[in-house]
């Protein structure tokens, strides 16, 4: 059994995330999204790979999306509409609640703005998001006979999750992109401690490792409270959801602390309308907002108003969110195209921008103009800031959930080539797991666990269970260890499933009769002395115990002494048959009439040794 | 398996408790309080100054008729309440539970005395809903009771001194049947109320799980809540262990206004079902005629189809909107409506219901909402799409809200009040009004209040739960000219549908209380077998898997060296040694230490067959082994022992019968050969 892993998207890159993994024949498809840097065919993955002939329902079982990103969703609508699959697909509440504002938003950019001819219509996303069936956390659900799934928080935009699936004894992790620490809106993930084969692990930042967010947050408050104290206007594009709340309810607070009256607006009414679902998923949110919100739901900000068209040219300063975020079309570049030639100025640009964007330009570098899509060039002569507070996880966080869960393997996705190879050397070289870094288009095969299943008796069981404890005195103190080992015989029969029994039951199971094999001896013992029968069987065991290695319990009664399976007794017979060679004529010599089983021949045999050098 | 019914309960409000004994688990199912018996005490006085006195002075002789006439509220105890816990649990030592499972807010509410027990160490599991909806019923209790604190003044006796006068031969015996139970017995089942502290330790105690979440105790079993559909919250359980699986039906609703329907599906083909359906006895209404021998053949589909009919979910909204009709006619004649019900996901309905039929009609009536927890229950409702009925998730896709009541909140047409002495409730308050106050007991909170304000009213309406006109409930407050309106809304699965609920999930042993055996003829179920357990008495049930099931890894699987048998073909044997583990509810072996020695070349130790002597001497002969053969007849003179006397390489014997073969010699290399010369004849392992 093995477990395939074709990576449609996001290999080596960032951007239309879409996994394949095919466990044990089972196809699952781990997010179906567009790449925002992408104007031609290559926005979206290449889903021929799967199917040529475009069955899709009979290839993949089902389709999981973990968040309600562009990247992780845009091709949603696109692949169940367009290229016609019907088969189930999860996402959790929020994911179903805030796709279609991001999709719609989306496309209205693409279609009204940027004059692009129609990938997917309103009605292809409200009949796709009707296909959508809602995941809770930790809730298990079995998508069909075989496969299994489960979401755990991944705390990088509100609902977004890790995917857990199963089929048979193999199962897998997807972790879509997921953020180790604490923010103020979200928690950070979580999930349990689980045995599996494959982990496909999101890098955006492989190879940075972020100190404390506080001097980050400091820095980025006063940045814009700079900017409105000298009379400028603070624009910050982010998307309507994730980044903008955080950054909000920051500002919101600093605004109450330092009592500062300067708006802050928000671009559409899509943020706002964002914060309604926000209030009702607070069971989504950090701990420290769920604490608060029964007095005061903190997505109520106090200081955000709405911002009118007109506003842009308005004097005096303010703060503006607009969307969408990367500033890579529709109404955020607009402002900036406005708001950009000013020295007074400020653009804060939050998280990550993909390479082609507005956004990622001002990132590279200090450039003093810029070509926006159309052709226009736009002076930069307002201050740009970079956020860097980013709902991904950095790669510390990467490395302690890998170590965390110690899965089998690793693939990388979602990240850049080379930090990705770097952080695939330190998996590799620190953690001792297989770690694989496929481009797009690129199967990865990695072997699955299997268990083999067989029915075992209750005798078995019974001995299984009983604990074998060892006590051995180590310099110091006592030491107890539970040696126990389940050691059973394993029986099949032609066309019927195994059994696992215990020894003595085997010839049961097989309808035959136990012949027993032993061995026998009586064995001459020399009498030291003038003692007893009773003190030469004490005697005796004194001698075994310090020769024998393999001798630690030696009971003694009367005239009998008992090693394991080995019985020896003094015997009084004249001639026994066990007796050879030697004549009893000797009266100093007594007789040990000797028997013990096969499992114990060495014992036996070292015994028998050691009482013949004594005489 | 062990089942020990140790409550039937009461209703919506008072759950059935079980104790489960399970692979050696010992299992809870829930812990209620008996809120009902509240009604022996005797509501706080409005108006301390003349009510309380003007009563007193009835001479003895007028006491004793009181026997053959009705009671007179003066019967009822006037003391701070005590609680009435379930009797049984109490045998059972705390210590000694391993798990509780609780299936809805009401079952949460005995909880806190179980928990105050020093001992107390089983892990406890609910859902996270019922763990916050549980959690606000007990600190809405614990503030309703300080009243009572507050005007009886501190009593630290751990002696209920309440019961002293209680068993005089004229108190009546209805009251006595409350208090000290049928058999008397019950007056160890009163407890003094908890604290909030103690509320706080137990919720702190708890491990909340979403419903279908899979939750593994001690790595042997696997549980997991389903929903319900009784309330938000509430659900079922499916347990699986190594031995089989279990599932607890307790009262469900298959389609829902407000919590997620009953999760049937996830409940199909277990071994043992312990059904617990007891509300369904309430309303008798199944005739001789019902049919249910012809469902045995339709196919899963349309059985669950004919269980999720909308029916009786149509009937509830009737139900709700003649409440509501009720309400805005009394407020029509200018009289306040009193409602009392607390079952949040009816008052959740009803609230919606009530304001927006105010908000059509022409009527301007003030909805107030009086609990100590209703702001903080109200919001919360609001947060927890995850757990209601699939109309109200949809209200979350479309941006709205789950339920109305946020909208009239805002809008100020529901007040909320956390008492009825708060501050600003005086300056808000007008009549006629619609209020919803707790308790259902009519024994705590603002409702007793509230009531003894408008039962002289004839205009106003009082609307009551189920049952609780009927016992002492009304009593304090006659003579009443209220109008009422009592409310019984479904709490159960009904007993027609029982028959295709069980033929759908099928399980392999259904575990029934006796009185809905006696009430419904299961026999002609596809099912197995129909056991019937009764309140106080422990049924046990067999093992169902007949051997439990081992997973070898398959990398210990393909070390093992297998041996082919010379008498029986078919077969194949090896040993098998390995680390036997116990996790996710399946029995294990993994690679062990010991493996890499046992897969070689192992001696044999197990032998079967018997042995020719000849034979054996043959292939002696060819390892260069010589000796003579003597046959010895036993007494019977039947073919005994033989025994072959080895001569060369040197002397040694060998014993041989049907039973056994023993090596006499003190040569090992002697006995290695003639051992090996054994293991070339016999099979064995």
Redesign the interface.
């Known amino acids: 059994m093995a477990i395939d892993c074709l990576v449609l998207g996001a290999g080596q890159e960032i951007g239309k995330s879409c996994v394949v993994v095919t466990i044990n024949g089972k196809k699952i498809m781990f997010d179906c999204g567009m790449h925002m840097g992408c104007d031609d065919h290559n926005r979206y993955p290449d889903f021929s790979i799967l199917s040529k002939s475009g069955d899709f329902d009979n290839t993949i079982s089902c389709l999981i999306i973990t968040h309600f990103h562009m990247d992780h969703v845009g091709a949603l609508p696109y692949f169940t509409e367009v290229c016609g699959y019907n088969g189930p697909v999860y996402m959790s ?1 929020p994911t ?2 805030l796709s ?1 504002l991001m999709l719609e938003d989306y496309r209205r950019i693409m279609v009204d703005r940027r004059g692009e001819e129609e990938l997917f219509t309103s009605a292809h996303i409200a009949s796709c ?1 009707n296909k959508v069936i ?1 995941l ?6 079995q998508v069909d006979e075989d496969l299994q799934i ?1 979401a755990y928080y991944a705390g990088h935009v509100l609902g977004a999750v890790m995917v857990y699936a199963k089929v048979g ?1 193999a199962a897998i992790v997807y972790t879509g992109d997921y953020n180790m620490t604490t923010d103020r809106h979200l928690g950070a993930a979580k999930i349990d401690r689980l045995q599996l084969d494959l982990l496909i692990s999101e890098s955006t930042y492989a190879t940075t490792t972020r100190g404390s967010k506080y001097p980050r947050e400091r820095e980025f408050l006063q940045a814009v409270h700079k900017c409105v104290a000298g009379g400028g206007k603070a624009l910050i594009p982010s998307f309507a959801l994730g980044r903008a709340q955080e950054l909000c309810m920051l500002l919101d607070d600093y605004w109450e602390r330092m009592n500062i009256k300067v708006p802050i607006y928000f671009s559409s009414g899509l943020t706002i ?1 964002a914060n ?2 926000y ?5 989504w949110t950090s701990q420290n907002v769920k604490e608060k ?2 007095t005061h739901n903190p997505f109520d900000f106090k200081n955000v108003k709405d911002f009118y068209r007109s506003l842009i040219h308005a004097p005096g300063p303010c703060v503006l969110f607009a969307t969408p975020g990367m500033l890579c079309a529709g109404f955020s570049l607009e402002v900036f195209k406005h708001w950009a030639p000013s020295p007074l100025n400020l653009v804060a640009l939050p998280g990550y921008s993909v390479a082609g964007t507005v956004g990622h330009k001002l990132m590279s570098g200090k450039p003093t103009t810029v070509d926006l899509y159309n052709g226009t060039k736009v002076d930069v002569r307002c201050k740009i800031h970079q956020v860097a507070f980013s709902p991904h996880t950095d790669a510390k966080g990467i490395m302690d959930l890998t170590k965390f869960l110690s899965p089998k393997n690793i693939v990388l996705v979602h990240g850049e080539k080379p930090s990705m190879m770097s952080l695939k050397d330190k998996i590799t070289s620190e953690l001792g797991i297989p770690c694989f870094v496929p481009a797009n288009g690129e199967t990865v095969s990695v072997a699955s ?10 005798m078995f ?1 019974k001995i ?2 009983n604990p074998n404890f060892r006590f051995s005195n180590s310099s110091t103190q006592l030491r107890v260890t539970d040696q ?11 066309s019927k499933k195994a ?2 029994v215990h ?1 003595d039951e ?2 049961e199971v ?1 309808h ?10 009586c ?1 001459p013992v020399k009498v030291k002395g003038e003692s007893d029968d009773v003190g030469l069987i004490k005697q005796l065991s004194e001698k075994i115990s310090e020769t024998v290695s393999c001798a630690d319990e030696i009971h003694e009664s009367e005239t009998c002494l008992q090693v394991g399976s080995f019985k020896g007794s003094l015997c009084l017979k004249e001639e026994c ?2 007796r ?2 030697i004549s009893s004529s000797c009266s100093e010599v007594k007789f040990l009439c000797c ?1 013990w089983s ?2 114990d ?1 060495e014992l036996g ?1 070292g015994i ?1 040794n050691a009482m ?1 050098q004594n005489l | 398996m062990e089942l020990t019914c140790l409550s039937k309960g009461d209703g919506f409000h008072y759950p059935p408790c079980h104790m489960l004994n399970l692979s050696g688990f010992r299992i809870l199912i829930d812990c209620p309080l008996d809120l009902l018996a509240l009604t022996i005490f005797s509501p706080l006085p409005c108006d301390v100054g003349i009510e309380a006195y003007g009563q007193n002075d009835q001479n003895p002789i007028q006491k004793k008729q009181k026997l053959e006439r009705q009671m007179t509220p003066d019967d009822l105890v006037c003391a701070e309440p005590w609680y009435k816990t379930v009797k049984a649990l109490h045998l059972w030592e705390a210590s000694l539970i391993d798990i509780v499972l609780i299936s809805n807010p009401m079952g949460l509410l005995g909880l806190p005395f179980l928990t105050q027990h020093p001992r107390f160490c089983a892990k406890i599991y609910m859902t996270e809903a019922t763990a916050k909806i549980g959690q606000l019923m007990m600190e809405d209790l614990v503030s309703m009771h300080m009243e009572f604190k507050r005007f009886h003044g501190p009593e630290d006796s751990s002696f209920p001194c309440w019961t002293k006068n209680l068993d005089g031969e004229e108190v009546p015996g209805v009251l006595k049947n409350l208090v000290f139970g049928e058999n008397g017995d019950d007056l160890g089942s009163w407890m003094r109320l908890y604290s909030l502290d103690d509320v706080k330790s137990c919720m702190k105690k708890v491990q909340a799980v979403k419903f279908s979440e899979e939750v593994c105790y001690n790595g042997t079993l696997i549980i997991k809540a389903l929903s319900s559909g009784l309330d938000i919250g509430a659900c079922n359980w499916l347990i699986n262990g190594p031995n089989g699986s279990l599932s607890y039906v307790s009262d469900s609703i298959f389609v829902s206004h407000h919590s997620k329907f009953f999760d049937f599906h996830g409940l199909k083909g277990t071994d043992v079902m312990i059904y617990s359906g007891f509300s369904c006895l309430q309303t008798a209404e199944m005739t001789e005629n019902d049919c249910i021998s012809t469902m045995s053949d339709k196919k899963d589909e349309r059985l669950a189809a004919s269980l999720l009919d909308n029916e009786e979910s149509l009937g509830e909204l009737e139900k709700l909107a003649f409440v509501c009709s009720c309400a805005a006619e009394s407020a029509d004649a200018g009289g306040s409506t009193l409602i009392t019900i607390t079952r949040v996901g009816i008052v959740l309905q009803l609230l919606e219901l009530m304001s927006d039929s105010i908000e059509s009609s022409s009527l301007k009536v003030p909805i107030f909402v009086i609990s100590s927890v209703a702001e903080e229950l109200l919001a919360y409702t609001n947060t927890i799409p995850e757990w209601l009925c699939e109309q109200r998730q949809e209200k979350l896709i479309s941006g709205e809200p789950s339920f109305g009541h946020l909208k009239f909140i805002k809008d100020k047409k529901i007040h909320l009040f956390p008492a009825i002495h708060s501050p600003n409730l005086i300056t808000s308050w007008q009549e006629p009004c619609i209020v919803f106050a707790p308790h259902w007991s009519l024994r705590l909170g603002p409702s007793v209040q509230l009531l003894q304000r408008w039962r002289g009213d004839p205009r106003s309406l009082l609307v009551l739960e189920d049952g609780i006109s009927s016992g002492l409930g009304l009593l304090p407050f006659r003579p009443i000219s209220m109008k009422i309106l009592q409310c019984s809304f479904l709490s159960g699965i009904r007993l027609q549908k029982l028959p295709t609920l069980l033929s759908l999930l099928q399980p392999k042993i259904v575990l029934v209380p006796d009185v809905i055996n006696q009430r419904i003829n299961l026999s002609t179920m596809k099912t197995k077998s129909i056991l019937s357990y009764s309140e106080n008495k422990t049924l046990s049930v067999g093992r169902i898997a007949e051997n439990a099931d081992v997973e070898i890894m398959a990398e210990l699987a393909t070390k093992l060296s297998w041996k082919k048998l010379r008498q029986r073909e078919n077969f194949g044997v090896a040993r098998l040694k390995g680390d036997f583990v116990m996790e996710n509810g399946k029995q294990r072996l993994v690679s062990g230490l010991d493996q890499e020695e046992s897969s070689g070349k192992a001696r044999t130790l197990r032998h079967w067959g018997s042995v020719a002597p000849e034979t054996l001497l043959e292939s002696l002969v060819k390892m260069s082994v010589t000796g003579s053969i003597e046959h010895r007849r036993d007494e019977n003179g039947a073919e005994g022992k033989s025994i072959i006397y080895i001569t060369d390489p040197s002397g040694g014997m060998i014993e041989t019968s049907e039973m056994g073969t023993t090596i006499i010699t003190d040569d090992e290399t002697l006995a290695s050969k003639i051992f090996q010369a054994i293991d070339g004849i016999l099979d064995g392992i």
């Open positions: 509440y179903k609640a279609p998001m809602p809770d956390l930790k809730q298990t659900i489960r004894d309308q309604m679902y209030k009702m998923l607070i069971s919100h029964v666990t299997t268990f083999v299943k067989a029915n075992a008796s209750d069981l299984c269970s126990r080992t389940a050691d059973g015989v394993l029986v099949i029969e032609k059994k696992i020894q085997v010839s097989l035959e009769k136990d012949h027993v094999v032993s061995l026998a001896y064995c048959v066990h050879r060679g028997n096969v499992a021949l045999w028998i013949k």
